[in-house]
């Protein structure tokens, strides 16, 4: 497939699509996906953890990774970023009604 | 206003080492302070050895963002450290496994309420990629001194035999904690300060450390070197801290570093040749 720019929008809806590994929802809903850039060729996705000794990190880059290039994108940077810190707040509430259903209260 | 740094590059040479040390000194505690929480999965409660795991949890997580500074320091021309016990500079109450759970707590309360401060103090850093994870450090760090108030008080309410193996237990960490937030009026504390790395001296650590740590020893009616001023409500320690031997750049006094034990441990953790279980 050829290198293909998607716009800012069509990233953050495949990474609806992305579910966190450890919770049945997206990365999105998780309110972990603190920006999304876009510039020529280049996707920049800037990433927030909900704890810093997260044991998923590998699993989530790839994941990402995986969803965007088949997209078409290639040229992919995940920025890991600390500032403002994660916190629950940052959940959709679409997301926590999920994770209610699921049996967890946020 | 001081300047702020956006890399560790940035630094003026004539602070970097002194900071290149306080961040290694910080790393390798926290390292080790997660090994010895990790040791205690079979805690006497339940609940415990699941605060447990997770504070070890945390502590790795600390310390691998403490090493990602110290790497970019190595990047900047520092010398790499040698993987060899002399070279680690844990705060030295980590050398060796906690041989009690009264250890455990002790160690719960004491060191963490001291790296705690010392995070506490990085909070307006001039080091910015320091500055920036900072705070979600400490927001993870909340329930740590929790679960050791809990068990202070527990142990100094039940009986007065965990209250004297647990008044026993400080007394034995106390010294080698208070010299680890560092010498008063040494070059690496002017370093540090004059380049906004943190924004208060070795004694406001202390006398912060006092106020964590303090209120805990007067509750549990522990016989031990620091007191409220009943006037001024300020805490005091009342003992002199003996900084002979010390060395400032590791926060030791010894350079014996973690056990052997210890150390094939963390060996095997960098060089990937696990232990095969028996």
Redesign the interface.
């Known amino acids: 497939m050829l290198p293909t720019t998607l716009n800012e929008s069509q990233i953050w809806e495949a990474l609806k699509e992305v579910e966190d590994p450890e919770m049945p929802i997206s990365l999105v809903d998780m309110g972990m996906v603190f920006d999304v850039s876009v510039e020529g060729a280049n996707t920049k996705i800037q990433l927030g953890l909900t ?5 998923a990190i590998d699993f989530i880059f790839y994941d990402i990774r995986e969803r965007l290039k088949k997209e078409g994108c290639e040229d992919i940077e995940i920025e890991l ?7 629950k707040e940052r959940i959709s509430e679409e997301g926590r009604f999920i994770l209610s259903t699921w049996g967890l209260s946020v | 206003m001081s300047t702020n740094f956006e890399t560790v590059h940035d630094l003026p040479e004539s602070c970097q080492q002194a900071v290149y040390d306080l961040i290694l000194a910080v790393a390798d505690s926290k390292h080790l302070l997660g090994l010895r929480y990790g040791e205690w999965l079979g805690a006497p409660v339940l609940e415990s050895s699941i605060a447990a795991s997770a504070m070890a949890q945390d502590e790795f997580g600390h310390s691998r963002l403490f090493y990602s500074l110290v790497d970019d320091f190595v990047q900047a021309g520092l010398p790499q450290r040698q993987e060899v016990p002399s070279e680690y500079r844990n705060i030295e109450v980590l050398d060796q496994p906690f041989e009690s759970w009264t250890d455990f707590v002790a160690a719960n309360a004491l060191v963490d309420a001291a790296l705690l401060v010392q995070l506490e103090a990085f909070r307006n850093s001039s080091l910015m990629p320091l500055r920036r994870f900072v705070p979600k450090l400490i927001q993870e760090e909340v329930f740590h001194l929790q679960h050791a108030q809990g068990w202070m008080s527990l142990m100094t309410n039940t009986s007065e035999q965990s209250r004297s193996a647990l008044q026993q237990a400080i007394r034995k960490i106390w010294d080698p904690i208070l010299c680890w937030l560092g010498k008063p009026q040494s070059d690496s504390e002017k370093a540090l300060l004059g380049a906004g790395i943190q924004d208060i001296d070795s004694d406001g650590l202390r006398t912060r450390w006092m106020e964590q740590v303090g209120p805990l020893v007067e509750q549990g009616h522990l016989d031990l070197p620091v007191s409220n001023d009943t006037i001024t409500g300020e805490w005091i320690l009342g003992s002199s801290l003996n900084w002979d031997g010390w060395d400032e750049s590791f926060r030791r006094a010894s350079k014996t570093g973690p056990d052997a034990e210890t150390f094939a441990q963390i060996e095997c953790f960098s060089t990937h040749s696990y232990p095969v279980g028996t």
């Open positions: 704890a810093t000794a997260c044991p970023v600390w500032d403002p810190p994660w916190t």
